[in-house]
């Protein structure tokens, strides 16, 4: 397995596997839509992301994580935002080794967390991220408005 940060160069393999992972969390298919959004993510430095490849050209999973900051901490945050492992290859690791990729970046950005969220069914999800150590909020909700 190799890991790759990626960059425009690998931007239909990344729109690949984020087509269907929005496919997962039953999102309408746009894939130009998703292409243009990943593209823009990546030309802005909006974002870090990695790919996983399986025989150093298969993409089988990445992990998106958005730069941002913790007034209460008084320091840069890295939010995994977004992970995906084709159906065929989880359970082999390519997850762990891929939030590894996320808190390597938060360390060498010096960054004082790695912060996530998932969804309440995706129980899979949360066993790795305790597992791995992540500690689940009980100080506070999240909530979101719609603008759109």
């Keep these: 397995m190799e890991f790759k940060c990626a960059s425009i160069t690998e931007i239909d393999d990344l729109a690949f596997l984020f087509g269907q992972y929005m496919e997962f969390y039953k999102q309408p298919l746009n894939p130009k839509g998703f292409r243009e959004y990943l593209i823009e993510r990546l030309n802005n430095q909006d974002a870090t992301v990695y790919i996983a490849y399986e025989n ?28 995906f492992v084709v159906p065929n290859c989880r359970g082999k690791g390519v997850a762990s080794a891929l939030i590894d990729c996320s808190v390597s970046l938060a360390k060498s950005t010096g960054a004082v967390c790695v912060e996530l969220g998932t969804a309440k069914d995706n129980r899979l999800a949360q066993a790795l991220y305790e597992k791995i150590g992540f500690v689940k909020d009980t100080k506070y909700y999240s909530y979101s408005l719609s603008v759109k």
């Design 56 to 83: 150093e050209d298969k993409p089988v999973g990445f992990i998106l994580n958005y730069h941002s900051f913790s007034s209460l901490s008084l320091g840069k945050v890295i939010v995994l935002n977004d992970l």
